[in-house]
């Protein structure tokens, strides 16, 4: 019987993935559990990689977006919980198992991992509007609505399996779909990291495109 299913959504993360399942695959808590990485059309060997460490691995030949790829690997979850993180965290995903307990003991519906910010964060601008627009939707105010490292129940799938998530969207709208449906959450601080894009030009773009998909997502706009 499986009681946990990881679900990693990744685009050209050769260099990242293997240390990032190694991570899952070692801790001894892993028990009763699986790993579904879903290759999001990546260019390089994402796929060959994951293969060695994976339970599942599907690959889509081009690139959806990470709001296709994670619920995608969502249908594909045997476990009663489900955990959704980054491909880049490495050695740090260890961390991840931290936010079960509060699932397991029925203190949460929802946990999301609050991760601080290095010295190559960006200025917190999306942040900042993403957890407006939270509060604004359902009254509760989040420290991490953005973050990926997150955790939930399966009856949760209902409600995230009823609609289509956007790209970079997907962690601002489905977390104000499970709370609107009742969903308690908890964040829990850890100390992951992932790479951070830093505030040069690319790491503008990305956060440009992060702001976009968002605004996608909850209007409804398909891209």
Known sequence: MIETSFIIAAYNEEKTIEKTLQA???HPHFLRAEI???DDGSQDQTSDVARKWADVVVSFQDNKGKGTAMQRGWKEAKGDYIVCLDADLEETAEEIFSLLPPLLEAKADMT???INPGKKSGMGFVKRRVQSIVERETGVKLEAPLSGQRAFHKKWLS???R???YGFGIETQMTIDVLKAGATCV???TNMKHREMGRDVKGFVHRLKQWADIE????GVQP
């Not at 996608?216 to 209007?219: A, D, I, K």
């Open 24 to 26: 899952l695959r070692n």
């Open 163 to 165: 609609k289509s998530y």
């Open 112 to 114: 999301i991992s609050i």
């Open 159 to 161: 409600v995230l399996l």
């Open 187 to 189: 964040e829990i601080e």
């Open 216 to 219: 996608r997502q909850l209007r």
């Open 36 to 38: 579904i990485v879903v």
